[in-house]
């Protein structure tokens, strides 16, 4: 089917952003017919002012380009017979649509007044699982020849392509699909409901063959799912029988990865995890960068998942680990393998769509909600055709978007269960199914610990475990099992609830009460209400004196994230004005939650009389009462218990509004709680990282894990990359002292030698900080000098976006600078030549004023010890290897890696870093005589 309507594509360049002061300087124009080219039109546009150097860098287009151009005037009678009886559309319509109108009003003609399209607004609806919306990143995905970005033709041929791709797109959306989504884009900023009357009108009449891919079910439609199903062996595989087969130069998995090599480590890690798990032992593997870690516990944990007829579970730290495992290694074990197995990944529910709030979210009058709410109801109504998992991480969605996510994620306490119409097409049940009839069901250490302190299992029965990221499993752990708590958690909440006469529940239970003739108590709405104010007033006043309280104390330092922070012991201070609001706030919501069930109750009577829409909204009502008690009770533990096991502490960031405190309780020591509920309980699990050991010694990570009585088998194994020929570590001599001298002596040395390191590697550099201060003072110092060098500098905190946007940026630009603090310290990949520089501002001490650190300090020196060399020196010697970590990812990389902080050539145990480093030429020089070595060596 081919939409007989006409689209012209139009693509402007112009010498800047404002149209009436800037001009148009080419345009690209491309008519489509009946689904076709039908005619092109592109020309030069004298603007008969300067082009801008930034535009000239951007477009390619010079004055002397444009200087015998026609001007707009003269172009103008061309295009306009173009644009009759059609719809406009261009790559940010309002863009192009407001400079075309202001040239063709100073031209003395009409402006456009037909229908538009904006290919940025109908991609993001259309495909709402790419990175980005871009038009060279649309192209490339796309696979949409892109040869000159920023060139008027050039721009409005992909554009034109991308339109014709897009309405393929939309003309396969099942009937019901385009039914709901004609509800939606009347109100979105282009005319994107004039291309669906026509398509609804084709299949109205037509027969349709959307029951092969879809499932339509209350007016709605989803992609039809498999689920999967274990199949059992009908003879054991041990995998040492089938090592050499899988393993050898012409074996199965050599066959199916190009490039395949054996390596020695690799081999040595899996037949340690196939005789942990075998023996029923738990196991530490340190397995350096290149080992093929994932194949390496992959491979015996599938066979021994196969023999024992049970599941084994895969545990990593990060999302985009658990996708890497399922799409690129379990796709070719399933090629190695002779026999069939299924692999599943499972996440914490809230990752999963809800179908039936998300039913409801659609039926409710939507005329009144912001764009953003309406393009990603859109947008869900579009990939719930398209996804399998029904997990939020595929989608890309805008800030708004998230807060509807969080009205129509799945959750326990709103779940009907098999009350739910949708229960056996819900997205977390299916995964949980799916889980249960895996053989490897791949998840992350968030859900393995929510799972050991939930009330409910959440993840099958297991007793064979791989933690991948393990060095990550104390951090985990200690968040999980402590508590915390913000203002942010009771407005979500009070937004939820509503008011009488504001969206929410309040209302909707209201109208449900009046439908139904139902009679309450006198005044019980109006007592809700003023309760629920009540409640909102004393909260925001109470993360107010908190925010104050923590303002006043001294030498306050600030987190690596910038915040202020400060640790309290209840049991010490004296905060009886803030035990009378605590008081009040508990009185306040245990009135508003009494007087809820109250509203609900009659309600309650008639429950199986209601339809699912009023049962689900009951069920959200009475969880949104119950949360609040919870969180309101948490506060109280957070601020007037006090627990010898716990260390509390608050934070806040200094330029956020005023009542946006942080509170957070965690364990002191949770290897005693990992020994008994986790450890014990298993029968065995295997620990691997490329960072587990200081000085080549695995004894720090055991006790901090609880794992001294355990007798765990330890393996480390080298890296096989060459790193002796691959990197060198330099120190310049004559760095200032930081712990002598002043930060800002030293900030303004390591200016100058970044300053100089950068012109010698052009950029390509990380830079990484223990301190977000530090790395705002250094970025900008640089910034201030380096104006005349063309380098992008990116730097976390300062930019905004994610670490993977940073990242792309980075790997975007060939002279790019980065710098990072925490995050970047690990878990990142930039392989080649992106990456050719590392430099590691200070060795990576925690703040000996860190909460947690200060009570685990104490804690030891109450047992005797030295917390400096039990603690803060093995922390710091791991960290290191992870930083270390960033520059080599590859066979081919190389790089150098530069430390300016002089402690670690000149204090006893700055050895213990370069010591647990793979074997690399250290050079000890001042920074002149480095720079030779640099440009020498790159």
């Not at 909440?493 to 209201?510: A, F, H, M, V, Y």
């Not at 629920?532 to 987190?559: N, P, V, W």
């Not at 066979?891 to 002089?902: L, T, Y």
């Amino acid at each position: 089917m081919k939409l007989k309507q006409r689209f012209v594509v139009i693509d402007l360049e112009t010498t800047g952003q404002t149209p009436g002061n800037d001009r148009i300087i080419q345009i690209g124009a491309v008519l489509l017919e009946d689904g076709e080219i039908t005619e092109r039109f592109t020309t030069f546009v004298n603007p008969e002012i300067p082009i801008p150097s930034f535009i000239y860098h951007l477009t390619g287009i010079t004055d002397e380009m444009v200087q015998r151009a026609p001007t707009f005037e003269q172009v103008v009678p061309e295009l306009l017979p173009m644009l009759e009886n059609a719809f406009f559309v261009a790559h940010n319509v309002t863009f192009d649509l407001s400079f075309l109108h202001k040239e063709i009003e100073e031209a003395g003609y009409k402006p456009f007044t037909g229908p538009t399209i904006d290919t940025v607004e109908l991609a993001r609806l259309l495909l709402p699982q790419e990175q980005g919306y871009k038009l060279v990143q649309l192209a490339e995905m796309l696979d949409i020849d892109h040869e000159r970005p920023h060139q008027a033709d050039s721009d409005a041929e992909v554009t034109a392509q991308l339109l014709l791709d897009l309405l393929t797109k939309l003309e396969k959306l099942p009937y019901e699909t385009l039914r709901q989504l004609q509800k939606i884009t009347n109100l979105l900023k282009s005319d994107i409901d004039l291309l669906l009357d026509p398509i609804l009108r084709v299949k109205e009449t037509t027969i349709q063959k959307d029951d092969q891919k879809f499932d339509i079910y209350r007016e709605i439609a989803i992609k039809k799912r498999k689920h999967q199903k274990r199949e059992l062996l009908e003879e054991s595989v041990l995998f040492k029988q089938y090592k050499k087969e899988l393993l050898q130069s012409d074996g199965t998995i050599a066959a199916n990865l190009p490039h395949y090599e054996i390596r020695k480590g690799q081999e040595q890690m899996m037949d340690t995890v196939d005789e942990a798990f075998q023996e029923y032992r738990h196991a530490l593997i340190e397995a350096g960068t290149g080992t093929g870690k994932s194949l390496g516990y992959l491979l015996p944990s599938l066979f021994y998942a196969k023999n024992s007829g049970k599941p084994v579970m895969i545990s990593t730290q990060t999302i985009p680990l658990q996708e890497q495992l399922l799409e690129r290694d379990i796709p070719l074990l399933k090629k190695a393998v002779t026999f069939p197995f299924q692999a599943t990944v499972l996440k914490g529910r809230n990752h999963y769509l809800c179908l039936r709030k998300f039913e409801q979210r659609i039926a409710r009058n939507i005329h009144d909600e912001n764009y953003d709410t309406i393009l990603t109801l859109g947008q869900l109504l579009v990939w719930i055709t398209e996804t399998d998992t029904g997990d939020v991480e595929e989608l890309n969605l805008s800030s708004g978007g998230k807060a509807l996510w969080s009205e129509v994620k799945s959750d326990t306490a709103t779940c009907l269960g098999n009350q739910c119409p949708w229960f056996s097409r819900c997205y977390y049940q299916t995964a949980r199914k799916n889980a249960q009839q895996a053989d490897l069901v791949i998840t992350n250490h968030a859900l393995l610990f929510t799972d050991l302190v939930s009330e409910h299992a959440l993840l099958p029965n297991y007793s064979h475990v791989v933690i991948d990221e393990a060095h990550h499993l104390e951090e985990v752990a200690s968040e999980y099992l402590g508590e915390q708590s913000d203002y942010l958690r009771f407005s979500f909440l009070w937004n939820r609830l509503g008011t009488l006469d504001s969206k929410g529940l309040l209302s909707s239970i209201e109208t449900m009460l009046s439908e139904y003739e139902l009679e309450l108590p006198a005044n019980t709405f109006k007592l809700i209400q003023e309760k629920s104010e009540l409640a909102k007033l004393e909260i925001d006043e109470l993360f107010r004196m908190l925010r104050s309280m923590l303002e006043k104390k001294k030498q306050l330092g600030l987190t690596e994230i910038g915040r202020m922070s400060y640790r309290y012991k209840a049991n010490t201070e004296d905060w009886s004005i803030l035990q009378e609001v605590l008081l009040r706030v508990d009185m306040y919501v245990h009135d508003v939650y009494v007087s809820g069930l109250k509203i609900s109750k009659p309600l309650d009577k008639i429950k199986d009389g209601l339809l699912l829409a009023e049962r689900g909204l009951l069920v959200d009502f009475k969880n949104i009462l119950k949360s609040l008690v919870e969180e309101a009770e948490k506060l109280g533990r957070l601020l007037l218990e006090y627990d010898p096991n716990l260390v509390y502490w608050m934070e806040a960031d200094e330029r956020a509004a005023r009542n946006a405190t942080f509170l957070y309780s965690k364990p002191i020591d949770i290897s005693e709680l990992l020994a008994d509920q986790f450890f014990m309980k298993k029968k065995s699990v295997i620990l691997t990282s490329a960072t587990l050991t200081v000085r080549q010694s695995f004894s720090y990570v055991i006790k901090q894990l609880g794992l001294e009585d355990f007798g765990p088998v330890t393996v480390s194994i080298r890296s096989p990359f060459e790193y002796e020929t691959k990197t060198k570590l330099l120190i310049p001599t004559d760095v200032p002292e930081i712990n002598k001298g002043s930060t800002k002596a030293f900030t303004e040395d390591i200016v100058t030698k970044i300053i100089d390191i950068s012109i010698i590697t052009e950029g390509r550099m990380l830079i990484l900080f223990t301190s977000y201060e530090m790395l705002r003072d250094v970025y900008y110092q640089i910034k201030a000098e380096m104006e005349e060098h063309e380098f992008l500098l990116i730097a976390q905190g300062i930019f905004s976006g994610s670490r993977a946007k940073l990242l792309k940026t980075f790997k975007q630009h060939k002279n790019a600078i980065l710098f990072g603090t925490s995050s970047f310290w690990e878990g990142i990949d930039i392989p080649g030549e992106d990456l050719s520089c590392l430099v590691i501002v200070r060795l990576p001490f925690s703040p000996p004023d860190e909460p947690v650190i200060q009570a685990r300090s104490e804690k030891l020196r109450e047992e005797g010890k030295n917390p400096f060399m039990d603690m803060a020196l093995p922390q710091a010697v791991l960290r290191f290897k992870q930083g270390f970590g960033r520059l080599i990812r590859t066979q081919n990389d190389r790089g150098i890696v530069v430390v300016f902080d002089k402690r670690i050539i000149t204090t006893r145990y700055g050895s213990s870093f370069i010591q647990s480093l793979p074997a690399v030429p250290v050079y000890k020089q001042p920074m002149h005589e480095l720079l030779n070595v640099i440009e020498d060596w790159l």
